[in-house]
RNA sequence: GCGCCAGUAGCUCAGCUGGAUAGAGCAAUUGCCUUCUAAGCAAUAGGUCAUAGGUUCGACUCCUAUCUGGCGCACCA
């Protein structure tokens, strides 16, 4: 609805300009396209229009184009709703809030949960890939960034129209599986989850450490893992049964962790049975001298047409590598979903992989190649330095959230909510949770960040509860107004009751956010909606810390008050499950 | 060596396609709870936007170089 508003007067103000600029140049006058911006004060209204780069062909100082420019629009009997404010060498807009508001409270109460959605990827089918955890070990920190990457990305694609099919990738194959298969074959005792009560991830991962320690005394370990995969690779039966039976528990243990996380897929792939895909596809390539082939065998790509080296695609003993398998995955994958757009989240190391697959794909001559994206991630380090499983410096996924769930369950306790509250365990993970989601997706993609443990527990200024709390006690204004809402019977919603500055501002606010949804779904980019949210409930928070709102001194303000904590109510339900974050009716 | 990315307050991060005095949170100091949940609100303090040039009426934003940090450049995944 804003902008709707803001093109209106764009259009209408760059009519003026070009006029203006015929009576100078004649006809044939050059205008650049007019800039619109958003005034930095609220006193200086709510669309900018600066004049700079009109001065040389107007031959007019900025100022005296926007002095011009209003006398003109102000003779004029048709143009948009608003008032024009002069303001240096801007042309600034005042718009008709109140009008605004009238229209926002009645679309926003008609669309619900609908309110905020755009078509922009109307009819498109997007896959998402993300996760895609090793079976050797548990979850940790990095995982998370990709999980809640890739839970919020693929919600904020739905919010956009797009039918989205989020998959996962096991990667149960390898050596480095095999490593903690043969470290548990070696010292594990026959030991299992319900013997040692550890969840089945954490088990595994306890031998994928033990390897490694075990790796520094024998240095013919890696060769013994070597070994092993050779013998997985040729079907030996025992050898399968133990990687069964460990990637049993990994996966038993991963779910268990995605269902604390609210991480979920509509499919899951499995290296075991994808590694061979590519193969196929890379020999047909090479019929079509797309790849060749090196004396011993092996089969290249030549990428000099985009800059880089040349590529092993398949080995020499002509099994399969890395690339092969995303060659035939991503074949696979349109095969069973045909998508139009298939987007992996994958950390940024993987930048170099990801240049090179697409290219390859598009050259073997898929369509759908070019709407292939990879969603880049930074690495999540830490206060002092990298992660690093080795030193054993890595924060484990399950301890993290654990420990934020059991912090959330004594500030409740200390604050003496648990009666107020549905549930203490529930409400505690909820905002656990979303303490993480929030902290992991505020930070731009693209961007390395830094997880400090300590700070990261805090659950006050911008974070996830904070948010959370605000919508928590909108709703609890909201449940006290409908046990009241007899007395308000012969009062509706009148917007000219809304005259505060910070109310002007909340109006604004909410009619932006369609805006916000287009702008993370065309960025691909959460954190715009997370600084957005923050923004509406800080406002929120100051507006009803100054104002009365139930207890207003006049009815028609507590209507129209309500109205609007309504509107910016709804919109926070909206936004939430776009970021990860469980909306509360009380904490 | 080559390529990609980043460098904004003590710390963690925003800053839209160049535009009006560079913004938050945390940490520090200080006010505000018999009144709609103080997981809150407000105030003070904190900056040569890595450095040096350039383009422009105008640069945190674009270009070049330099410095610093990260990542990549496997018949590993």
């Given at each position: 609805m804003l902008e709707k508003i803001r093109n209106e007067w764009k259009l209408f103000v760059q009519e003026q300009i070009n006029e203006m600029a015929k009576?100078?140049?004649?006809?044939?006058?050059?205008?650049?396209?007019?800039?619109?911006?958003?005034?930095?004060?609220?006193?200086?209204?709510?669309?900018?229009?600066?004049?700079?780069?009109?001065?040389?062909?107007?031959?007019?100082?900025?100022?005296?184009?926007?002095?011009?420019?209003?006398?003109?629009?102000?003779?004029?009997?048709?143009?948009?709703?608003?008032?024009?404010?002069?303001?240096?060498?801007?042309?600034?807009?005042?718009?008709?809030?109140?009008?605004?508001?009238?229209?926002?409270?009645?679309?926003?109460?008609?669309?619900?949960?609908?309110?905020?959605?755009?078509?922009?990827?109307?009819?498109?089918?997007?896959?998402?890939?993300?996760?895609?955890?090793?079976?050797?070990?548990?979850?940790?920190?990095?995982?998370?960034?990709?999980?809640?990457?890739?839970?919020?990305?693929?919600?904020?694609?739905?919010?956009?129209?797009?039918?989205?099919?989020?998959?996962?990738?096991?990667?149960?194959?390898?050596?480095?599986?095999?490593?903690?298969?043969?470290?548990?074959?070696?010292?594990?005792?026959?030991?299992?989850?319900?013997?040692?009560?550890?969840?089945?991830?954490?088990?595994?991962?306890?031998?994928?450490?033990?390897?490694?320690?075990?790796?520094?005394?024998?240095?013919?370990?890696?060769?013994?893992?070597?070994?092993?995969?050779?013998?997985?690779?040729?079907?030996?039966?025992?050898?399968?049964?133990?990687?069964?039976?460990?990637?049993g528990w990994t996966l038993e243990g991963l779910a268990v962790s995605y269902e604390k996380t609210g991480v979920s897929f509509d499919k899951y792939y499995?290296?075991?049975?994808?590694?061979?895909?590519?193969?196929?596809?890379?020999?047909?390539?090479?019929?079509?001298?797309?790849?060749?082939?090196?004396?011993?065998?092996?089969?290249?790509?030549?990428?000099?047409?985009?800059?880089?080296?040349?590529?092993?695609?398949?080995?020499?003993?002509?099994?399969?590598?890395?690339?092969?398998?995303?060659?035939?995955?991503?074949?696979?994958?349109?095969?069973?979903?045909?998508?139009?757009?298939?987007?992996?989240?994958?950390?940024?190391?993987?930048?170099?992989?990801?240049?090179?697959?697409?290219?390859?794909?598009?050259?073997?001559?898929?369509?759908?190649?070019?709407?292939?994206?990879?969603?880049?991630?930074?690495?999540?380090?830490?206060?002092?330095?990298?992660?690093k499983s080795r030193e054993g410096t890595v924060v484990d996924a399950d301890d993290l959230f654990d420990t934020l769930a059991s912090i959330a369950k004594?500030?409740?306790?200390?604050?003496?909510?648990?009666?107020?509250?549905?549930?203490?365990?529930?409400?505690?993970?909820?905002?656990?949770?979303?303490?993480?989601?929030?902290?992991?997706?505020?930070?731009?993609?693209?961007?390395?960040?830094?997880?400090?443990?300590?700070?990261?527990?805090?659950?006050?200024?911008?974070?996830?509860?904070?948010?959370?709390?605000?919508?928590?006690?909108?709703?609890?204004?909201?449940?006290?107004?409908?046990?009241?809402?007899?007395?308000?019977?012969?009062?509706?919603?009148?917007?000219?009751?809304?005259?505060?500055?910070?109310?002007?501002?909340?109006?604004?606010?909410?009619?932006?956010?369609?805006?916000?949804?287009?702008?993370?779904?065309?960025?691909?980019?959460?954190?715009?909606?997370?600084?957005?949210?923050?923004?509406?409930?800080?406002?929120?928070?100051?507006?009803?810390?100054?104002?009365?709102?139930?207890?207003?001194?006049?009815?028609?303000?507590?209507?129209?008050?309500?109205?609007?904590?309504?509107?910016?109510?709804?919109?926070?339900?909206?936004?939430?499950?776009?970021?990860?974050?469980?909306?509360?009716?009380?904490?």
């Amino acid at each position: 609805m804003l902008e709707k508003i803001r093109n209106e007067w764009k259009l209408f103000v760059q009519e003026q300009i070009n006029e203006m600029a015929k009576n100078v140049l004649g006809d044939n006058a050059a205008v650049a396209e007019l800039i619109i911006q958003i005034p930095p004060k609220p006193e200086l209204g709510d669309i900018a229009f600066p004049l700079f780069s009109y001065a040389k062909i107007l031959r007019m100082a900025p100022n005296k184009i926007a002095e011009a420019l209003k006398n003109k629009i102000d003779s004029l009997s048709d143009k948009p709703e608003g008032e024009l404010i002069l303001a240096g060498p801007y042309l600034n807009v005042k718009i008709d809030v109140l009008a605004l508001a009238t229209k926002l409270y009645k679309s926003v109460l008609a669309e619900g949960s609908d309110y905020g959605k755009s078509n922009l990827y109307d009819g498109k089918k997007i896959m998402m890939e993300f996760s895609c955890p090793n079976t050797n070990k548990p979850l940790h920190l990095g995982h998370m960034r990709n999980d809640s990457l890739g839970m919020s990305v693929s919600a904020i694609l739905a919010a956009n129209g797009a039918e989205v099919k989020k998959v996962n990738l096991i990667n149960n194959r390898g050596v480095h599986i095999c490593k903690s298969m043969l470290a548990y074959q070696k010292f594990g005792n026959g030991e299992t989850p319900e013997s040692t009560g550890l969840k089945g991830d954490h088990l595994v991962g306890k031998y994928y450490v033990k390897f490694a320690q075990w790796e520094k005394e024998d240095d013919t370990a890696v060769d013994q893992a070597k070994a092993m995969l050779v013998k997985w690779e040729a079907g030996d039966t025992e050898v399968l049964k133990l990687w069964k039976l460990m990637n049993g528990w990994t996966l038993e243990g991963l779910a268990v962790s995605y269902e604390k996380t609210g991480v979920s897929f509509d499919k899951y792939y499995y290296e075991s049975e994808t590694y061979k895909l590519g193969k196929d596809k890379v020999l047909k390539g090479l019929d079509k001298g797309v790849f060749y082939k090196e004396e011993d065998g092996s089969v290249w790509i030549d990428l000099e047409e985009i800059k880089l080296d040349k590529k092993v695609v398949l080995r020499s003993d002509g099994t399969s590598l890395y690339m092969t398998q995303d060659i035939g995955t991503a074949v696979a994958r349109h095969d069973d979903f045909p998508f139009d757009s298939l987007i992996y989240v994958v950390a940024s190391e993987q930048q170099y992989h990801f240049k090179v697959l697409f290219y390859i794909l598009k050259k073997l001559g898929y369509k759908w190649a070019k709407e292939l994206h990879h969603l880049s991630y930074g690495m999540v380090n830490l206060p002092d330095g990298k992660m690093k499983s080795r030193e054993g410096t890595v924060v484990d996924a399950d301890d993290l959230f654990d420990t934020l769930a059991s912090i959330a369950k004594k500030e409740i306790q200390e604050k003496e909510r648990e009666t107020q509250v549905d549930g203490l365990d529930k409400t505690a993970n909820a905002i656990a949770l979303s303490a993480l989601n929030y902290y992991l997706l505020q930070v731009s993609p693209t961007k390395d960040m830094v997880f400090d443990p300590k700070k990261s527990i805090s659950f006050t200024g911008n974070t996830g509860p904070y948010l959370q709390y605000m919508g928590a006690r909108i709703s609890s204004m909201v449940r006290m107004f409908e046990e009241l809402k007899n007395s308000y019977a012969s009062y509706s919603f009148d917007s000219s009751f809304l005259k505060e500055e910070e109310e002007r501002e909340l109006i604004k606010m909410v009619a932006l956010y369609p805006e916000i949804v287009e702008k993370a779904g065309r960025d691909l980019d959460p954190s715009v909606i997370c600084s957005y949210l923050y923004d509406l409930t800080k406002l929120f928070s100051k507006w009803y810390h100054d104002n009365k709102i139930l207890k207003a001194e006049d009815n028609n303000f507590v209507v129209a008050r309500m109205g609007l904590s309504t509107l910016v109510l709804q919109v926070i339900q909206n936004a939430f499950p776009l970021v990860g974050i469980t909306f509360l009716e009380s904490m």
